[in-house]
């Protein structure tokens, strides 16, 4: 024992000092032996990377100091059915570590439930009412400083990428630690924020369709995260509290100190940060101004067309008196567009056409945009530049065509740059404003096509620049509250309409004016004047619609948005039958809702049995033999229309489609009720009664025609009764209505029964089959005529 300790001292005293202090680093700072080895990121949070051993450490330092952690993309899976797309956002979180004995540990703060007065008794009593989330727990390395590893923290799922595959039924996926690291190139620390990237691998026995087409081995899905923690923003923004008729997205938290004659629930708009150099009402230079920047990965002649539509906006925030207020650039090529600090307009791909949306990052207390995520999907432009080419198909200057379907699609790219850029500033979507001439670009727009002489014109598919509603947005949430008031005021001075997505989106929908892709502010005359069109661009279509060495097979999928081009005006159009009008202005007493008049709603419904007659449902002969099959190894896509006569062109399931669709929307149970509830108010009113008899009439008791319209109004008959049949099953419509379709589907059976006993041998057989089917239908809910009902290709977004 005694031979061993001189041993040692005697190679203390001629080690090297280097050796010396490496091991008294060992026996008393274990971090510091690791902190001396690491790659280090130094700023907001410290960072430790050790590469030999595969560890990250964290020094512990930022105690009981609540910030911002969230997750996302830096590169997606690239399938629009899953929505794991590149640059994605995750949730944000307010969180905080905290030392428990040898623990760090990370919890998540409930910043739903709060109390905002200054005493703190009230502020605790809140605080201990309600749960909060531990994230994560780390044992502490001792030293100094003192550090923790967060493998465990950052190798987690927390973006819920699983959860994600599993709503999206791509099968049980699960994190594979063993195939999951942390990389050292994206492990960063800035001044106010610090990001660490990992590679996330999820495994499963049995992948999904999605992943399989998107993922080399479906079996491995790996995507890469981003852990960003982000320090909370300084003092001085003022939040603004939310007004329904403001225009923008807020969130909301329920406050507990609010006095009881005062709401409980307190909203806030979203809103980015813009001080003015000088403060007042008065136009001004900004302090700072709000900037975005463009993925560089996007190409000519997109890059400029986007540019140009983002820096609409600037008109926005100068009319609202913040001078070089709003600002777009190329985004450097040093700077990460994942980077909290950078307000991003992403060009994604995916492996089909899909949404592009605008997302945030939020500070929960106050409501400020600290981060604008703009993300656009590359193949939205291909989608126009198609519906372009059809229309343009029967133009005899080719060239001209060519550049007129470019012209479109770029359009479109300026207005879906601005609109989803909107989101990012605080805007939410104004589905009222195509009735009002177009007065924001926070509608969905459909392109204008209109005829012109002999001719399908697209001139002006899309208007150029924000509107009077975007601009009244911009001065209402970036201006002085002073002015909120008198703002308020001007939107029923100037007649605006403004419906969000709350009663918009859905079939269900009751608000007349609030649509989807549609226009005008009479949307009958609209449906009346594009089916105009469309009929003009189903006579002429032809080959010319295809792409430069394109097969002939390639041409049926040309053809799908021109046969369907009504389908979001017949959607607004069935919107007038037991429509509502009303806004969200709040104006003392004088706040009424009332349902459509009478006689507008007969015209819509009028509108809508026009375009379920054969006439309009039929595609001439000529068109249809250029429809031909798909060839070699070129295969149907969930963009064809479907077929029951092989792989030729099947018109007749094409109509059935489309008339399905018109009249399913006609038959929405919620509307239903509307137009009884309406009636039994006011027998002016246009009832259940009428509104089925004129659809049977158009349709059940229509003399049938003969050839290729023959066979349509025999499945449209069919998707009538079955429509009927759904109304009257489906557990929203209200028994008042049931039993007026139940009246109804008696007289209509007593009819059908005479049609089967008269005329040919074929038309006899169909009212008898049809006849017997809503006997079949009324005793047995599950019973439906048609077996396998023909679904329509997608058509959102365009």
Request: with cysteine.
């Amino acid at each position: 024992m005694i031979r061993r300790c001189i041993s040692l001292a005697l190679l203390l005293a001629i080690a090297p000092a280097t050796v010396v202090s490496d091991l008294a680093i060992a026996a008393s700072d274990p971090a510091q032996k690791i902190i001396k080895q690491a790659q280090t990121a130094q700023g907001f949070l410290n960072l430790f990377y050790d590469a030999k051993a595969g560890q990250l450490y964290l020094e512990v330092n930022k105690l009981n100091q609540p910030f911002l952690m969230l997750t996302s993309l830096p590169h997606g899976v690239g399938s629009n059915d899953i929505g794991l797309d590149r640059g994605q956002l995750g949730q944000t979180r307010m969180v905080q570590f905290e030392q428990h004995g040898p623990y760090l540990v990370l919890k998540q703060l409930n910043t739903d439930y709060r109390a905002s007065s200054n005493n703190i008794a009230e502020q605790q009593a809140v605080t201990q009412a309600f749960a909060e989330s531990i994230l994560w727990r780390g044992n502490i390395v001792e030293g100094k400083p003192a550090i923790v590893a967060i493998n465990d923290l950052v190798i987690n799922d927390l973006h819920g990428v699983a959860d994600v595959l599993v709503a999206t039924e791509q099968g049980q996926y699960s994190l594979d630690d063993s195939r999951s690291v942390i990389l050292p190139q994206g492990i960063k620390s800035f001044e106010r924020n610090a990001d660490v990237d990992v590679n996330l691998t999820f495994n499963t026995s049995k992948a999904g369709k999605q992943v399989a087409e998107v993922t080399p081995d479906a079996k491995f899905l790996s995507v890469r995260v981003r852990y960003s923690f982000v320090q909370l923003p300084d003092e001085g923004f003022e939040p603004r509290s939310y007004h329904p008729m403001s225009g923008y997205l807020s969130d909301q938290y329920i406050d507990y100190s609010t006095a009881v004659d005062q709401p409980l629930v307190q909203r806030h708009l979203l809103k980015h940060r813009l001080q003015k150099v000088i403060p007042g009402d008065a136009p001004s230079k900004v302090v700072n101004p709000i900037v975005y920047y463009l993925d560089p990965g996007v190409p000519e002649p997109i890059r400029g067309a986007l540019l140009a539509g983002a820096r609409w906006w600037e008109d926005a925030f100068t009319a609202a008196g913040f001078i070089d207020g709003f600002n777009v650039a190329l985004l450097p090529e040093d700077a990460d567009p994942q980077d909290v600090r950078y307000n991003m307009i992403q060009w994604v791909h995916r492996a089909t056409r899909g949404w592009s949306y605008g997302a945030a990052v939020t500070d929960p207390r106050t409501g400020e945009i600290i981060k604008g995520n703009v993300t656009l999907g590359s193949l939205r432009v291909r989608q126009d530049h198609l519906i372009a080419r059809g229309l343009t198909a029967g133009w005899p200057d080719r060239e001209a065509a060519s550049e007129a379907a470019m012209a479109l699609s770029l359009a479109r790219i300026r207005q879906l740059a601005a609109h989803e850029i909107g989101h990012t500033l605080g805007l939410d979507h104004n589905f009222a404003a195509s009735t009002n001439d177009n007065s924001s670009v926070m509608d969905y727009p459909h392109p204008y096509a209109s005829i012109e002489g002999k001719q399908i014109d697209i001139s002006q598919p899309y208007r150029e620049g924000i509107g009077e509603w975007d601009k009244y947005t911009i001065a209402y949430g970036y201006g002085s509250a002073s002015q909120a008031e008198s703002l308020l005021a001007s939107t029923l001075e100037k007649g605006f309409r403004y419906i969000g997505e709350a009663d918009s989106r859905r079939a269900s929908a009751s608000h007349a004016y609030a649509s989807l892709w549609d226009r005008g502010n009479d949307a009958v005359a609209e449906l009346q004047r594009l089916e105009a069109v469309r009929l003009k661009a189903i006579n002429e279509f032809n080959s010319d619609a295809l792409l430069t060495g394109e097969p002939n097979g390639e041409l049926a999928d040309v053809f799908v948005p021109m046969y369907l081009l009504t389908r979001y005006q017949i959607e607004a159009a069935a919107k007038w039958i037991g429509g509502a009008d009303y806004s969200y202005q709040q104006v003392g007493g004088g706040v009424r809702w009332s349902y459509v008049p009478p006689k507008m709603q007969l015209a819509a419904l009028e509108g809508l049995l026009g375009s379920l007659q054969s006439s309009s449902l039929a595609i001439p002969t000529n068109v249809l033999q250029t429809l031909v099959p798909k060839a070699g190894h070129y295969r149907k896509t969930r963009e064809s229309f479907t077929s029951n006569i092989g792989v030729v062109s099947d018109p007749v399931t094409m109509a059935e489609m489309l008339s399905r669709h018109i009249v399913s929307v006609l038959l929405t149970p919620e509307r239903l009720n509307r137009v009884n509830q309406a009636y039994m108010e006011d027998s002016a009113q246009l009832s259940i009664v009428t509104l089925v008899d004129k659809l049977v009439g158009k349709s059940l008791y229509k003399d049938l025609p003969n050839g290729r319209e023959l066979a349509i109004q025999m499945r449209v008959n069919a998707v009538v009764v079955d429509a009927m049949l759904a109304a009257y099953r489906h557990p929203n419509t209200a028994p008042e209505v049931q039993a007026q379709l139940a009246a109804r589907f008696d007289y209509i059976v007593k009819q059908l029964k005479r049609r089967s006993n008269r005329g040919s041998d074929y038309q006899s057989a169909h009212y008898d089959w049809l006849y017997k089917g809503i006997i079949n239908g009324l005793a047995h809910p599950e019973f439906t005529l048609i077996k396998k009902p023909a679904l329509m290709p997608p058509g959102s977004p365009i």
